[in-house]
């Protein structure tokens, strides 16, 4: 715990109190290749307020490059390391990171903040939806708690994940749009459906992509980026895009994982 407590320290002594405020939203979106027939007002996107640290793998970024900054979510996927969105770290140059928190913008003697400049995105990134997967290393090995723990990742074997029941969660927007994060952790039980399901939507998409389906207007949205997509336990998706402004009964879409498995292995220092 002491090492714990010096990065808690040090980081604050670095950050000072959060931004509030003052950062935009880095969100990936695709045309589709059919009407949107729901008009994109406010509207709760399905999802409820998790039981405080009971998602400890969640964490809360707030990403800068030298003009900017925006909010991201991500996963603790080992002491050293944080896997989020590539549309998230793309010219990043420093991440500031909230891990332990279910309200970031807010004291809580759970939280753990860190800064790292070492954001490794994928090198095949192009800031469209393919490859769109980072790495986030810690500058330091973190000492693990009741509220900061590790995800694990699935086998490479483990199917499509279709008609699986997976969970999403994050500090987005419960609304299809508005000036302001959520200031509680949500989540929101997604089924997976068939890419082939998703390509009604979206049009043509390769096998890195995982979508699920938007059924009882539920959907990850604004803010949401980079964050985890989890069955039993295991990382299958990591929230990339979707329909602008949310609107109910349309997929969402995320990285998949599976694919991904042999890149976080030479990236970080994850046992696959």
């Given at each position: ?28 979106y695709k045309e589709t290749v059919v009407p949107i027939v ?54 990043a140059r420093q991440a500031y990171i909230i891990l332990g ?52 990742l699935p086998s490479a074997d483990s199917g499509d994940f ?111």
């Amino acid at each position: 715990m002491k090492s714990a407590v010096i990065l808690l320290v040090v980081a604050t002594l670095a950050w000072g109190a959060p931004k509030t405020g003052k950062l935009s939203f880095r969100n990936l979106y695709k045309e589709t290749v059919v009407p949107i027939v729901n008009h994109p007002n406010p509207r709760i996107i399905g999802g409820q307020e998790a039981v405080p640290h009971s998602i400890p793998y969640q964490v809360f970024l707030e990403i800068y490059n030298t003009t900017s900054g925006w909010y991201c979510g991500g996963s603790l996927l080992t002491p050293n390391y944080i896997v989020t969105a590539g549309h998230c770290g793309a010219g990043a140059r420093q991440a500031y990171i909230i891990l332990g928190a279910h309200k970031p913008l807010a004291y809580e003697d759970t939280q753990l903040q860190i800064v790292s400049s070492n954001v490794i995105v994928h090198e095949d990134y192009d800031g469209e939806i393919g490859n769109d997967i980072a790495v986030i290393g810690l500058p330091e090995t973190i000492t693990l708690t009741d509220a900061i723990g590790t995800i694990g990742l699935p086998s490479a074997d483990s199917g499509d994940f279709a008609g699986q029941i997976a969970r999403a969660s994050g500090w987005g927007f419960i609304y299809g749009h508005g000036p302001t994060l959520s200031d509680v952790l949500n989540y929101v039980d997604l089924e997976i459906i068939t890419n082939e399901e998703c390509e009604e939507v979206f049009g043509t998409l390769d096998d890195t992509i995982l979508c699920t389906s938007g059924d009882n207007n539920t959907s990850t949205c604004s803010g949401d980026s980079g964050g985890p997509l989890v069955i039993d336990g295991s990382l299958v998706g990591i929230t990339s895009f979707g329909v602008q402004y949310c609107p109910g009964g349309y997929p969402a879409a995320f990285t998949r994982v599976t694919t991904f498995l042999e890149w976080l292995a030479t990236n970080t220092d994850v046992k696959i």
